[in-house]
């Protein structure tokens, strides 16, 4: 039931309207970032309040609000926005992606493959791709300007030098339409390809920062990587214990003091559906060896799942 | 065929506002500089020797006259030609200064990054062009290493680990990987050891040769005018007091103030 | 066997029950009102409006009240409310020559037209906590450390004219009187981004909802070499003052009612060139209700980021206006280094395996160099 008190939503009509002004910008300009004049809300900054905003300047009656934080409808933060939308809306909620029609995400894009009729909201803490390099905004502008992103190839090269491997592991920068150097927000670099030709229309909202910014349906959307050291996900030796899935983000969870873990899907809902349909994990904690052990002893997912 | 001019100033001049009067740091500055043409502007500090070279490089705007570069084109449809600096973009100076110019600085530290490696300082250029394959750059990075005659064992190490004559080595590889037909230096080896600056000399001169280099160097040292410049201006209170070919000037000075510059050389 | 454990919602209800008991504390004790909070603890009010962009006593003291005490917390609460205002219009500037006087004093004169008026400050207390305070009900008026005299006027309403200093300096062409530098309306701070360069408009807005604790903290390090401006305390008035709008229908300005706010100019180091002969320069701070401290600091900080403007080379944090209040506003400020709580798992598993990968190709390195 919606409350009465506020308007549909919370903000205001006016402001809504610039929000979306601003959205049509950084659609027509993929991965460019649009200033906004973002607003106080009843969340802190740095808890989601670009991806609030975002979601209740676009929000109508007729969708179907699904709310995640680390992949999970349940997270405190997750159950909050999700109050917050419901209060304020009287909109329909679910936890099934199949279901939603937005979509509002902190840290991860759901396994689910998304549809054209879907809208994905980001929460972003730090708009910039390069804020760890050049903390300067002025500085940054003019390089997304000139696409003077040398910056950014150098820390990289470096890194390869230094470590053997890009060390980014999560918000890892991409290409968007091959013209503007962008952060995909704190998604592990595992969720980098899926925003990548993408049916569904995604935006991203940094309230703290007050910049948005967009990827239309079907854009061209590229990690950063070299040709002799092309962009790999995150790979696990374990399958889910849960549903035996081997193809998503796993939690690694420590059960007990012998620092046993256990490996469960990140994406509540994939799991729960794939449960739903009869597949099941191994249901056991593993122990895990000696980090410095070669790999090659633990069990593949393709083992695992035949056993 | 006669070349055509590469870079040509055209009474050039920039004034600043000092204690609200205007000074000109220098004025009036004219010559034609043609490809592999290696020009020495002269003076003492406060000459607006830098100033000049500033001006020419487009990190500064004339506030009299103009300077022109003989931009390229990527298609032929286009002619380049000498173009007015001041009727380019910002994005298409900075985009020469990445490519078809170096900047050679006088401290090191500002023509390069300190916070990554010899490599990365090297292979920079190159990723802005859209160079992606790593073991490639790296291959280029030694290469020209050791054409500026670097150590490359070192290239995995930051600059800040380099000597002050590595480091300018390092800066002016960094500046040549694209081949660049113009290159400022400003006081390239002021400021490190008699004997470091004998060698530097020596590898710019080569390299001037070898790359068929056109340059402005700008220096206090009359040697190194002499060593590497045909030709050469001036400069006193941001005028050019008198200009022509290297040998000529300073070893038949015409102007008084030139008489003395040359008089002043330490001799044994 | 482990259960993915749903509790995210009932937990969040258990804390609220938790937080409203931390809140009300002692239950056999009477509970604060909030007019008490605005009477007495006035000077917080002042705070959480000046930083929460809103002035309303009431709301404020409610908001403090609602926050257990913690001023971030309170000043949060009242953007926020500020957000679902509607908004009339913009009031004509405050015009702090026709105050109803508080308190009103000069470091740089001895004597000013108007007097120098000390007004209630703690500047000439000494810091002894007051036992006295410790008894309940009335305990000020037989407090030793307070001479009995009569209670302080209560300022009528903005009749007055008190001619502010800078003005008689600026008459006599001795201090600058820095000028907008087009005509275009002012830009607001609350619609819109503030993106760098930011004019000295803009500047103020975010400074006059700055954290005070960072302004006097940029403040200060001025005061100690980080780019001195050698400043002197011009004035500091406190005191009521009307706020004029110009509704649209009347087209002429209409009292909608009396304000309390600090001001404070500080004269500076003079500047001058060839063309303009040596003047004193200007720093500003204005704040609601009693806030001395704020706008001080605000004043020194306002003259620090005018460095660019007045030709000053910069030297010190203080003059780098991107670093200075991107970071002044502390419910970004707080937000951002609270969010840290939020879970970031999934993202420190990407850390852990990256780790893990790089220690085996390590650990090969050395297997195969020995």
Same mark, same amino acid.
């Given at each position: 039931?919606?409350?009465?008190?506020?308007?549909?939503?919370?903000?205001?009509?006016?402001?809504?309207?610039?929000?979306?002004?601003?959205?049509?910008?950084?659609?027509?300009?993929?991965?460019?970032?649009?200033?906004?004049?973002?607003?106080?809300?009843?969340?802190?900054?740095?808890?989601?309040?670009?991806?609030?905003?975002?979601?209740?300047?676009?929000?109508?009656?007729?969708?179907?609000?699904?709310?995640?934080?680390?992949?999970?409808?349940?997270?405190?933060?997750?159950?909050?926005?999700?109050?917050?939308?419901?209060?304020?809306?009287?909109?329909?909620?679910?936890?099934?992606?199949?279901?939603?029609?937005?979509?509002?995400?902190?840290?991860?894009?759901?396994?689910?493959?998304?549809?054209?009729?879907?809208?994905?909201?980001?929460?972003?803490?730090?708009?910039?791709?390069?804020?760890?390099?050049?903390?300067?905004?002025?500085?940054?502008?003019?390089?997304?300007?000139?696409?003077?992103?040398?910056?950014?190839?150098?820390?990289?090269?470096?890194?390869?030098?230094?470590?053997?491997?890009?060390?980014?592991?999560?918000?890892?920068?991409?290409?968007?339409?091959?013209?503007?150097?962008?952060?995909?927000?704190?998604?592990?670099?595992?969720?980098?390809?899926?925003?990548?030709?993408?049916?569904?229309?995604?935006?991203?909202?940094?309230?703290?920062?007050?910049?948005?910014?967009?990827?239309?349906?079907?854009?061209?959307?590229?990690?950063?990587?070299?040709?002799?050291?092309?962009?790999?996900?995150?790979?696990?030796?374990?399958?889910?214990?849960?549903?035996?899935?081997?193809?998503?983000?796993?939690?690694?969870?420590?059960?007990?003091?012998?620092?046993?873990?256990?490996?469960?899907?990140?994406?509540?809902?994939?799991?729960?559906?794939?449960?739903?349909?009869?597949?099941?994990?191994?249901?056991?904690?593993?122990?895990?060896?000696?980090?410095?052990?070669?790999?090659?002893?633990?069990?593949?997912?393709?083992?695992?799942?035949?056993? | 065929?006669?070349?055509?001019? %590469?870079?040509?100033?055209?009474?050039?001049?920039?004034?600043?506002?000092?204690?609200?009067?205007?000074?000109?740091?220098?004025?009036?500055?004219?010559?034609?500089?043609?490809?592999?043409?290696?020009?020495?502007?002269?003076?003492?500090?406060?000459?607006?020797?830098?100033?000049?070279?500033?001006?020419?490089?487009?990190?500064?705007?004339?506030?009299?006259?103009?300077?022109?570069?003989?931009?390229?084109?990527?298609?032929?449809?286009?002619?380049?030609?000498?173009?007015?600096?001041?009727?380019?973009?910002?994005?298409?100076?900075?985009?020469?200064?990445?490519?078809?110019?170096?900047?050679?600085?006088?401290?090191?530290?500002?023509?390069?990054?300190?916070?990554?490696?010899?490599?990365?300082?090297?292979?920079?250029?190159?990723?802005?062009?859209?160079?992606?394959?790593?073991?490639?750059?790296?291959?280029?990075?030694?290469?020209?290493?050791?054409?500026?005659?670097?150590?490359?064992?070192? $290239?995995?190490?930051?600059?800040?680990?380099?000597?002050?004559?590595?480091?300018?080595?390092?800066? $002016?590889?960094?500046?040549?990987?694209?081949?660049?037909?113009?290159?400022?230096?400003?006081?390239?080896?002021?400021?490190?050891?008699?004997?470091?600056?004998?060698? %530097?000399?020596?590898?710019?001169?080569?390299?001037?040769?070898?790359?068929?280099?056109?340059?402005?160097?700008?220096?206090?040292?009359?040697?190194?005018?002499?060593?590497?410049?045909?030709?050469?201006?001036?400069?006193?209170?941001?005028?050019?007091?008198?200009?022509?070919?290297?040998?000529?000037?300073?070893?038949?000075?015409?102007?008084?103030?030139?008489?003395?510059?040359?008089?002043?050389? %330490?001799?044994? | 066997?482990?259960?993915?454990?749903?509790?995210?919602?009932?937990?969040?209800?258990?804390?609220?029950?938790?937080?409203?008991?931390?809140?009300?504390?002692?239950?056999?004790?009477?509970?604060?009102?909030?007019?008490?909070?605005?009477?007495?603890?006035?000077?917080?009010?002042?705070?959480?409006?000046?930083?929460?962009?809103?002035?309303?006593?009431?709301?404020?003291?409610?908001?403090?009240?609602?926050?257990?005490?913690?001023?971030?917390?309170?000043?949060?609460?009242?953007?926020?409310?500020?957000?679902?205002?509607?908004?009339?219009?913009?009031?004509?500037?405050?015009?702090?020559?026709?105050?109803?006087?508080?308190?009103?004093?000069?470091?740089?004169?001895?004597?000013?037209?108007?007097?120098?008026?000390?007004?209630?400050?703690?500047?000439?207390?000494?810091?002894?906590?007051?036992?006295?305070?410790?008894?309940?009900?009335?305990?000020?008026?037989?407090?030793?450390?307070?001479?009995?005299?009569?209670?302080?006027?209560?300022?009528?309403?903005?009749?007055?004219?008190?001619?502010?200093?800078?003005?008689?300096?600026?008459?006599?062409?001795?201090?600058?009187?820095?000028?907008?530098?087009?005509?275009?309306?002012?830009?607001?701070?609350?619609?819109?981004?503030?993106?760098?360069?930011?004019?000295?408009?803009?500047?103020?807005?975010?400074?006059?909802?700055?954290?005070?604790?960072?302004?006097?903290?940029?403040?200060?390090?001025?005061?100690?070499?980080?780019?001195?401006?050698?400043?002197?305390?011009?004035?500091?008035?406190?005191?009521?003052?009307?706020?004029?709008?110009?509704?649209?229908?009347?087209?002429?300005?209409?009292?909608?009612?009396?304000?309390?706010?600090?001001?404070?100019?500080?004269?500076?180091?003079?500047?001058?060139?060839?063309?303009?002969?040596?003047?004193?320069?200007?720093?500003?701070?204005?704040?609601?209700?009693?806030?001395?401290?704020?706008?001080?600091?605000?004043?020194?900080?306002?003259?620090?980021?005018?460095?660019?403007?007045?030709?000053?080379?910069?030297?010190?944090?203080?003059?780098?206006?991107?670093?200075?209040?991107?970071?002044?506003?502390?419910?970004?400020?707080?937000?951002?280094?609270?969010?840290?709580?939020?879970?970031?798992?999934?993202?420190?598993?990407?850390?852990?395996?990256?780790?893990?990968?790089?220690?085996?190709?390590?650990?090969?390195?050395?297997?195969?160099?020995?």
């Amino acid at each position: 039931m919606m409350d009465q008190h506020y308007n549909f939503a919370f903000l205001d009509e006016r402001t809504k309207k610039r929000i979306r002004r601003a959205l049509l910008k950084a659609v027509a300009v993929p991965g460019y970032q649009v200033p906004f004049g973002s607003r106080e809300m009843p969340f802190a900054y740095g808890w989601g309040t670009g991806g609030v905003q975002i979601t209740a300047s676009i929000i109508g009656l007729s969708d179907v609000l699904k709310v995640i934080d680390q992949g999970a409808d349940d997270t405190t933060n997750a159950v909050n926005i999700r109050r917050f939308f419901a209060r304020t809306t009287g909109v329909a909620t679910t936890g099934k992606t199949r279901d939603a029609t937005l979509i509002q995400t902190r840290h991860r894009i759901p396994e689910v493959a998304l549809t054209e009729a879907q809208i994905l909201v980001y929460q972003v803490p730090m708009p910039e791709p390069m804020s760890r390099l050049e903390p300067s905004r002025r500085e940054t502008i003019k390089m997304h300007a000139l696409s003077e992103y040398g910056l950014m190839h150098v820390r990289l090269y470096e890194d390869i030098a230094q470590l053997g491997a890009i060390s980014r592991a999560y918000d890892y920068p991409v290409m968007v339409n091959e013209r503007y150097l962008m952060s995909p927000s704190p998604i592990p670099k595992f969720d980098n390809p899926k925003m990548h030709m993408n049916p569904a229309l995604q935006l991203f909202g940094a309230g703290r920062e007050k910049r948005l910014y967009a990827i239309p349906p079907y854009t061209a959307v590229r990690s950063l990587d070299f040709e002799d050291h092309p962009f790999e996900v995150q790979r696990w030796d374990h399958a889910c214990a849960l549903c035996g899935a081997s193809e998503s983000y796993l939690d690694e969870m420590i059960v007990d003091d012998a620092g046993s873990r256990l490996f469960v899907c990140s994406d509540s809902d994939y799991c729960e559906e794939r449960r739903d349909a009869g597949h099941v994990g191994t249901q056991q904690a593993v122990t895990l060896h000696d980090a410095l052990a070669v790999p090659a002893d633990a069990i593949t997912p393709a083992e695992q799942e035949a056993a | 065929m006669k070349p055509n001019v %590469l870079l040509s100033a055209r009474q050039a001049g920039k004034s600043f506002v000092h204690q609200g009067q205007p000074r000109w740091a220098c004025r009036g500055v004219s010559f034609d500089l043609y490809p592999g043409e290696v020009l020495a502007v002269v003076g003492e500090s406060g000459s607006g020797k830098s100033t000049l070279l500033r001006l020419l490089a487009a990190r500064l705007a004339c506030d009299e006259g103009s300077v022109h570069y003989d931009v390229r084109t990527e298609s032929d449809s286009q002619p380049g030609g000498l173009m007015d600096l001041a009727e380019l973009s910002e994005a298409r100076l900075r985009w020469l200064a990445r490519t078809d110019w170096g900047f050679v600085e006088q401290h090191a530290r500002d023509g390069l990054r300190m916070n990554v490696s010899g490599g990365a300082n090297v292979g920079e250029r190159l990723m802005a062009l859209g160079a992606r394959h790593y073991g490639q750059l790296r291959s280029e990075a030694v290469s020209w290493m050791q054409r500026v005659e670097l150590d490359t064992g070192r $290239i995995d190490d930051l600059p800040a680990t380099y000597s002050g004559g590595m480091q300018q080595r390092l800066q $002016i590889a960094r500046n040549l990987v694209t081949h660049p037909r113009l290159v400022f230096m400003d006081e390239p080896t002021t400021g490190l050891d008699v004997s470091v600056q004998a060698r %530097l000399l020596d590898l710019l001169r080569e390299l001037v040769d070898e790359l068929q280099l056109a340059a402005v160097v700008v220096t206090h040292d009359l040697a190194v005018a002499r060593l590497l410049a045909q030709r050469m201006l001036v400069m006193k209170d941001g005028c050019v007091v008198e200009q022509g070919l290297t040998d000529r000037v300073l070893d038949d000075p015409q102007h008084p103030y030139t008489q003395l510059l040359v008089s002043s050389v %330490l001799t044994p | 066997m482990y259960v993915a454990v749903k509790g995210g919602a009932a937990a969040i209800e258990s804390s609220w029950r938790l937080l409203e008991a931390q809140r009300r504390g002692d239950t056999r004790l009477a509970a604060l009102s909030v007019a008490q909070i605005r009477e007495q603890l006035s000077l917080a009010v002042d705070r959480v409006m000046s930083e929460g962009s809103l002035y309303d006593p009431e709301l404020a003291a409610l908001a403090i009240k609602q926050a257990s005490g913690d001023l971030m917390e309170a000043i949060f609460l009242l953007r926020a409310y500020r957000t679902t205002l509607p908004r009339l219009g913009y009031s004509e500037p405050l015009d702090t020559a026709r105050i109803a006087l508080v308190r009103r004093i000069s470091a740089a004169f001895k004597e000013v037209p108007g007097g120098q008026l000390l007004g209630p400050t703690y500047d000439y207390t000494q810091r002894l906590l007051d036992f006295a305070l410790l008894a309940e009900g009335d305990g000020a008026a037989t407090s030793p450390l307070v001479p009995t005299e009569e209670a302080g006027a209560v300022p009528e309403t903005p009749s007055a004219t008190v001619p502010r200093i800078n003005d008689l300096l600026a008459r006599e062409g001795l201090l600058e009187t820095p000028q907008p530098v087009d005509a275009a309306p002012p830009g607001d701070l609350t619609r819109d981004p503030l993106m760098f360069p930011a004019d000295r408009a803009l500047r103020l807005q975010a400074l006059a909802r700055g954290d005070e604790g960072w302004l006097l903290a940029m403040g200060y390090s001025t005061q100690r070499g980080y780019a001195n401006s050698h400043p002197f305390a011009g004035e500091i008035r406190r005191g009521f003052v009307s706020v004029e709008l110009v509704p649209d229908e009347l087209g002429f300005a209409i009292d909608i009612g009396d304000l309390e706010v600090t001001e404070c100019q500080m004269i500076n180091q003079f500047g001058g060139s060839r063309e303009v002969p040596p003047q004193f320069t200007q720093g500003y701070g204005l704040a609601f209700g009693g806030a001395e401290r704020k706008t001080m600091a605000m004043a020194l900080v306002d003259r620090a980021l005018r460095a660019d403007e007045l030709g000053e080379p910069r030297v010190a944090p203080a003059q780098d206006e991107e670093f200075v209040l991107s970071h002044a506003d502390n419910v970004e400020a707080s937000g951002f280094v609270q969010h840290l709580k939020l879970p970031h798992y999934v993202d420190f598993q990407a850390e852990l395996e990256l780790v893990r990968k790089l220690r085996v190709a390590h650990a090969a390195a050395i297997k195969e160099a020995a």
